[in-house]
């Protein structure tokens, strides 16, 4: 299948907080698409076609689709749940729920809803955590190869500190995650993450369990959470009196690598930061978890100073919307305490290509360059009345792309492809 998108298009090919010549724009653009793929993109007059199919989106914005690094799939119903901070919030809240997916038919119900729910917010490709449950990862697999989808995931390894229904052991949880890892990563769209939650819900034992996964498959990523919580670093280095660090724990199990991301890292000790960089290990960056929790505001401009590279996610259901943009918004204004600053430009990179390279997929995702999969997301930046009254004084693109940004939800996605296939009814 052939056909041809247009629109005013973006993307970018270098990161704009740290060179000038950053990003394509064209005005009067077209993505030409052809089996999923972005074949060409250029000047709508240079790739017309007769008898090409097109589908034409002017006046709007088309972008790469949008990455979101860290989310949880078996909290889409514990979103908005009155907060607590981080551990009491698990324990009242999120184990219960994730129980629940243990029932295969209530996963795969999840899994049709929270999909759906990514892409009417514009969300092409995550990196989701499901529940200690098989059933959980393999719904969402299921759902995610249905779409043709880019996904990321792995059912969470956790023996201790959690209700039983919501615990493996450490056998268990390696012979599951093999099973699942064999089944589903580089199958079609879909690689596995291993994944132990976090370094308090698993022994030592388990720690080793994933460690010997994560050597026995260097092709896939880590996914944990570190230093999101004072408490929960408190608590971590009394389960390893002998870490040197948090970050210690995962090395002490050989976890650190360009594969592991580490989500929220807000608390990081100087050590901690300089090992990061030696490894490669990512941090993830998730606004509104971090404020809706109350654990307070990540040092982005000190990590890139560092040499650490982060993304950015929205951490759904302890963040509080799965809309990047909104998430953009957050942490625009989060580093705006921290007296750092996020302009435009920097914020749809890091969405889209910036994300891609925390994830080493810059090559298959996050831009537009030619061979890359054509998951794309339509933006409308007159999407409510409120936006539009702006957009009548909005002069430059960078002025568009921060109306997106602060004022932006999934009213301003006019459609969302993914691997050229149109998602939103």
């Given at each position: 299948?052939?056909?041809?998108?247009?629109?005013?298009?973006?993307?970018?090919h270098?990161?704009?907080?740290?060179?000038?010549?950053?990003?394509r724009?064209l005005?009067?653009?077209?993505?030409?698409?052809?089996?999923?793929?972005?074949?060409?993109?250029?000047?709508?007059?240079s790739?017309?076609?007769p008898?090409?199919?097109?589908?034409d989106?002017?006046?709007?914005?088309?972008?790469?689709?949008?990455?979101?690094?860290?989310?949880?799939?078996?909290?889409v119903?514990v979103i908005?749940?009155?907060?607590?901070?981080?551990l009491?919030?698990?324990?009242?809240?999120?184990?219960?729920?994730?129980?629940?997916?243990?029932?295969?038919?209530?996963?795969t119900a999840?899994?049709?809803?929270?999909?759906?729910?990514?892409?009417a917010h514009?969300?092409?490709?995550?990196?989701?955590?499901?529940s200690?449950?098989?059933?959980?990862?393999?719904?969402?697999f299921?759902?995610?190869?249905a779409?043709?989808?880019?996904?990321?995931?792995?059912?969470?390894?956790?023996?201790r500190?959690a209700?039983?229904?919501?615990?493996?052991?450490?056998?268990?949880?390696?012979?599951?995650?093999?099973r699942?890892?064999?089944?589903w990563?580089?199958?079609?769209?879909?690689?596995?993450?291993?994944?132990?939650?976090f370094a308090?819900?698993?022994?030592?034992?388990q720690?080793h369990?994933?460690g010997?996964?994560?050597?026995?498959?260097?092709?896939?990523?880590?996914?944990?959470?570190?230093?999101?919580?004072?408490?929960?670093i408190a608590?971590t280095k009394q389960?390893?009196?002998?870490?040197?660090?948090?970050?210690?724990?995962?090395?002490?199990?050989?976890?650190?690598?360009?594969?592991?991301?580490?989500g929220?890292?807000?608390?990081?000790e100087p050590?901690?930061?300089?090992?990061?960089?030696?490894?490669?290990?990512?941090?993830?960056?998730?606004?509104?978890?971090?404020?809706?929790?109350?654990?307070g505001?990540?040092?982005?401009?000190?990590?890139r100073?560092?040499?650490?590279?982060?993304?950015i996610?929205?951490?759904?259901?302890?963040?509080?919307s799965?809309?990047?943009?909104?998430?953009?918004?957050?942490?625009?204004?989060?580093?705006?305490?921290?007296?750092?600053?996020?302009t435009?430009?920097?914020?749809?990179?890091?969405?889209?290509?910036?994300?891609?390279?925390?994830?080493?997929?810059?090559?298959?995702?996050?831009t537009?360059?030619?061979?890359?999969?054509?998951?794309?997301?339509?933006?409308?930046?007159?999407a409510?009345p409120?936006?539009?009254?702006?957009m009548?004084?909005?002069?430059?693109?960078?002025?568009e792309?921060?109306?997106?940004?602060?004022m932006?939800?999934?009213?301003?996605?006019?459609?969302?492809?993914?691997?050229?296939?149109?998602?939103?009814?």
């Amino acid at each position: 299948m052939r056909q041809l998108i247009r629109g005013r298009v973006l993307d970018f090919h270098a990161d704009p907080a740290e060179t000038e010549d950053n990003h394509r724009y064209l005005e009067d653009g077209a993505i030409l698409v052809e089996d999923g793929l972005i074949r060409a993109v250029g000047d709508y007059a240079s790739l017309r076609e007769p008898g090409l199919a097109e589908i034409d989106h002017r006046p709007n914005l088309i972008l790469p689709g949008f990455i979101d690094p860290h989310i949880h799939f078996p909290q889409v119903q514990v979103i908005a749940s009155w907060g607590a901070q981080l551990l009491d919030w698990l324990n009242t809240y999120t184990f219960p729920e994730e129980s629940r997916f243990a029932d295969r038919a209530h996963a795969t119900a999840m899994a049709g809803r929270f999909l759906d729910l990514l892409t009417a917010h514009g969300t092409t490709s995550a990196v989701a955590f499901c529940s200690v449950h098989p059933e959980s990862a393999e719904a969402l697999f299921a759902a995610s190869e249905a779409r043709n989808m880019a996904m990321i995931a792995g059912k969470v390894m956790m023996d201790r500190n959690a209700l039983p229904a919501v615990q493996d052991t450490p056998q268990q949880g390696y012979d599951d995650s093999k099973r699942l890892l064999e089944k589903w990563h580089g199958r079609g769209r879909g690689r596995y993450a291993i994944t132990p939650r976090f370094a308090i819900t698993s022994s030592p034992e388990q720690m080793h369990a994933a460690g010997t996964l994560a050597a026995e498959h260097p092709d896939c990523h880590v996914q944990t959470h570190m230093s999101e919580n004072l408490d929960e670093i408190a608590l971590t280095k009394q389960l390893y009196p002998s870490a040197r660090d948090y970050l210690d724990v995962y090395e002490k199990y050989g976890l650190l690598s360009e594969n592991l991301l580490l989500g929220h890292c807000i608390h990081l000790e100087p050590r901690e930061i300089a090992r990061m960089a030696e490894t490669g290990s990512r941090a993830v960056f998730c606004p509104t978890s971090n404020l809706f929790l109350g654990s307070g505001l990540f040092d982005e401009a000190g990590l890139r100073a560092a040499g650490v590279t982060s993304g950015i996610a929205t951490d759904v259901g302890g963040g509080t919307s799965y809309s990047m943009l909104q998430t953009l918004n957050e942490g625009y204004k989060i580093l705006q305490l921290r007296g750092q600053k996020l302009t435009p430009l920097a914020a749809f990179h890091w969405a889209t290509r910036g994300n891609a390279i925390a994830l080493g997929m810059e090559d298959e995702i996050g831009t537009l360059a030619k061979g890359s999969a054509a998951d794309l997301v339509v933006l409308d930046s007159r999407a409510t009345p409120a936006m539009a009254l702006r957009m009548e004084r909005a002069e430059t693109l960078a002025q568009e792309l921060f109306i997106l940004q602060i004022m932006g939800d999934d009213r301003a996605v006019a459609q969302t492809y993914v691997a050229g296939q149109p998602m939103k009814r």
